[in-house]
């Protein structure tokens, strides 16, 4: 098969997987994109400064309930965790379409997300 024959191939089966499944946002259901601009800036974001040091979860910035002050790391066998927001609304939605239904189309976008808390500051 040469490139030009894969590229239409390609572009056909793209075509007819948007004829079949249209991209819809998570958040809001507006066609043409997965995350729209306005269900992106809504997403429930956890503020890292504001999060509990092992874990990541939204409860402070002391250890959350899940950790144990007894143990090293909070009882995790790591040091430390972010979070980028909670489980919920367009949040939830994307994550349950990525890991359960198969949206493989979403893993840029939360990559994006993932980067973006982990922040330039974060080495461990
Ligand atoms: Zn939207
Ligand atoms: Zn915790």
Known sequence: MTDAVADAAGYLAEGFKELIWPTRCVGCDLPGTLLCEECE??????????????????????LCTECDPAKPNGGFPFQGARAFGRFEGAL????VLYKDEGEKRLAPIIARLLAITAGSDWRS
């Not at 800036?41 to 002391?62: K, N």
């Not at 939830?92 to 994550?95: D, F, I, V």
């Open 41 to 62: 800036a809504a997403l429930p974001r956890i503020d890292p400064d504001q999060a509990c040091p092992h874990c990541g979860a939204a409860h402070g910035v002391i």
């Open 92 to 95: 939830a939605s994307m994550l």
